[in-house]
């Protein structure tokens, strides 16, 4: 019995200038049209012609333009009618995934969006493939799709809460003015009182060039710690005011519009990036993120997030926008010792199958949340996120052996009269506590 045989095509489809591949390396990926040819001119020569029933094609991953859509199935239903006029009896056409998710709601052709509709895909794709074929009198195929992404991306939310926030304070700088300072400080204060709106670059200019010199100073050892700090507090109180008068003028100059991303808030979320949200951080993805709590009131500050990882790229600082993409995200004051908990959302395509542990932050804590048919929340599954015990063990790590070897330096601490017992136990207690804890910040 002759097997069933399927041809993978390496199609191209040029749209507004940006090219869609299903692959880079021929040899792996697709057949270029030669190698189409070569195949048919093999399977002929053995006289398994007959075998040859499938077409499968790939153009990528979140298209964003249906035009990229139509011209690449056209391609592709060309090259099915040529295979069937070269005697494949063909029937299976799979056009591979690609549908893309409106990730920031505008429903254009921007990356990080779509500019069709669920029902304009399908009704593209069949309209397609009749207007190639109907003509020619062959059969439609068998239809195969491979749209994971758009079936999956809706079912995960992240959850994170906020630890802290690094906040720009509006200081009383006249209360901390010393009796004698630089020149440079001096100069500094009076940009900072010279402010309005008449001479917003003149003051901006004025304020780095003396917050340089105030820097240049104290790396040379002539002015102190303290005055060095001081001239901060007088160069962001100076921009804070720029940035104030800026928001009543209909034309802000170009070097005075990235004030707002200067100023803003960090908030420090306990998550990380690079295991939860690895394609925000390599591929710049945008997700849909806003807070869940304090709905009912006006978020009033404008802040970024950065992860509890030490890697400077475990950060948040690009959100979605329906006419650009934003450099922060309206948010809440933090107070502590209060919930303020953030979602991201649409994130059930990739997220989770490409985070790694990097830092050493393991999987977080899922919880499966159904509704019953009286619309009533059930949660219907919880699963535990890695602890430090397990992610040590994936890295070549026994977690007992840190642990007794932990015990004995705490031992040999009471023997040399360092510590006492009850230290002692404390210190034990304290390292087994975290050995089998969460990877991410417990109270």
């Given amino acids: 019995m002759k097997p069933r045989i399927g041809l993978r095509a390496k199609l191209s489809s040029k749209s507004e200038g940006m090219w869609y591949e299903s692959g880079g390396d021929r040899s792996v990926f697709g057949l270029t049209m030669s190698q189409i040819v070569d195949a048919v001119d093999e399977l002929k020569a053995r006289d398994s012609i007959d075998c040859l029933e499938l077409l499968h094609y790939h153009l990528g991953s979140q298209v964003p333009n249906i035009r990229s859509i139509q011209q690449a199935l056209n391609e592709a239903c060309r090259i099915y009618a040529e295979l069937r006029r070269e005697g494949a009896p063909m029937g299976i056409l799979d056009i591979g995934g690609g549908l893309a998710v409106d990730y920031d709601g505008s429903q254009t052709n921007f990356s990080s969006s779509r500019n069709y509709t669920l029902q304009e895909f399908a009704d593209d794709v069949i309209d397609l493939i009749m207007s190639v074929l109907d003509p020619l009198g062959i059969p439609h195929p068998t239809l195969v799709t491979e749209a994971g992404r758009a079936t999956v991306a809706y ?98 100059p170009e070097e005075l519009q990235g004030l707002d991303a200067a100023l803003v808030s960090i908030y420090y979320g306990n998550l990380s990036v690079f295991q939860s949200l690895p394609d925000l951080w390599a591929i710049d993805q945008l997700f849909p993120i806003m807070p869940i709590h304090r709905l ?86 919880e699963v535990e996120g890695d602890s430090v015990e397990d992610v040590l063990t994936y890295v070549e790590y026994r977690p007992k052996s840190l642990i007794d070897r932990f015990r004995r330096l705490a031992e040999q601490a009471v023997r040399s009269q360092r510590i006492d017992f009850a230290v002692r136990n404390e210190a034990i207690k304290t390292y087994e506590d975290g050995i089998r804890g969460y990877t991410y910040f417990e109270e």
């Fill in 296 to 381: 009912t009131e006006k978020p009033m500050q404008e802040g970024i997030f950065t992860d509890t990882t030490c890697d400077c790229d475990g950060k948040i600082a690009r959100f979605i926008d329906l006419h650009d993409v934003k450099n922060s995200l309206p948010l809440h004051d933090f107070k502590p010792g209060e919930d303020y908990v953030i979602g991201v959302f649409i994130c059930g395509a990739y997220q989770e199958t490409l985070g790694d542990l990097h830092n050493l932050f393991g999987d977080t804590n899922v919880v499966s949340v159904e509704l019953d048919r009286d619309g009533e929340v059930i949660f219907s599954k």
């Fill in 155 to 252: 079912y995960s939310v992240l959850l994170f809460n906020v630890l802290d926030v690094n906040q720009l304070r509006h200081w009383s700088v006249d209360d901390l003015l010393p009796k004698e300072c630089s020149a440079a400080l001096e100069r500094l204060i009076e940009a900072r009182g010279s402010v309005s709106k008449k001479n917003l670059q003149e003051a901006y200019h004025d304020a780095i060039f003396y917050r340089d010199e105030i820097r240049t100073l104290f790396t040379t050892g002539s002015i102190s710690l303290r005055e060095r700090a001081l001239g901060e507090q007088v160069f962001w109180d100076t921009v804070a005011r720029i940035r104030k008068e800026t928001r009543s003028l209909k034309h802000v």
